[in-house]
């Protein structure tokens, strides 16, 4: 087996917290007067909630903002945010998900997630899967945000595997480039892997069970 460990983003491909991210930020926007649409928040997808803030206010044209403003910002839709996903359950978790992880544990695989989300373990808890991982590295824990590969390497250092024996699973582009960045192969899906940013680009996440046996 070429892989040792898999290291998984979490958002888009073990769950799907986009709807509740772009409510948020748009009903922070919406109240700043900032022009905010999908288009937009698709470039967030991957990108630590500060780098988030500073891509929507690439179209304010008000006063200045100190940084306490732009703190309060992130804050504020973060609130918003972690209370829609109060609305989250282990209905949010798909079968397919769930059937791909326990077939890539029963392999003898390190399983991680590596998210630049600071709620990753909040999310993790109401999907059912507090304790299921051997490692989680996020937004909690790093100071770079992808495209850096820095949550995928320090999510190899906690499972004490070497980056070339890891597989990082991957729904954005700047996530497939981090993976790479990191000395890692990358299994795309979604928007990363309609770009082919991955190594293997797939159509379903179940499509992992053949490619680590491959």
């Given at each position: 087996m070429k892989f040792q460990a898999i290291i998984f983003d979490l958002d888009g491909v073990i769950c799907f917290t986009d709807e509740y991210h772009y409510r948020a930020w748009k009903a922070m926007a919406d109240e700043m007067g900032i022009p905010f649409d999908r288009t937009i928040n698709n470039r967030l997808r991957g990108v630590s909630r500060m780098a988030s803030l500073d891509i929507i206010l690439e179209q304010y044209h008000g006063p200045a903002l100190s940084d306490e403003k732009k703190a309060a910002l992130a804050q504020q839709k973060n609130d918003l945010y972690r209370e829609s996903l109060r609305e989250m359950s282990t209905a949010d978790l798909s079968q397919e998900v769930r059937e791909t992880l326990d077939g890539l544990r029963e392999m003898g695989l390190k399983?991680?997630?590596?998210?630049?989300?600071?709620?990753?373990?909040?999310?993790?808890?109401?999907?059912?899967?507090?304790?299921?991982?051997?490692?989680?590295?996020?937004?909690?824990?790093?100071?770079?945000?992808?495209?850096?590969?820095?949550?995928?390497?320090?999510?190899?250092?906690?499972?004490?595997?070497?980056?070339?024996?890891?597989?990082?699973?991957?729904?954005?582009?700047?996530?497939?480039e981090a993976g790479h960045a990191g000395g890692m192969k990358v299994a795309c899906l979604g928007d990363a892997a309609q770009h082919q940013a991955g190594d293997w680009n797939m159509e379903s996440i179940r499509e992992l069970l053949s490619i680590v046996k491959a």
């Open positions: 399983l991680a997630i590596g998210s630049s989300s600071k709620n990753t373990p909040f999310i993790l808890g109401q999907i059912g899967l507090k304790d299921f991982f051997d490692a989680v590295s996020d937004g909690n824990n790093i100071t770079r945000s992808k495209p850096d590969p820095e949550v995928f390497l320090k999510a190899a250092a906690m499972l004490g595997i070497a980056p070339e024996h890891c597989l990082v699973v991957e729904d954005a582009v700047s996530g497939a």
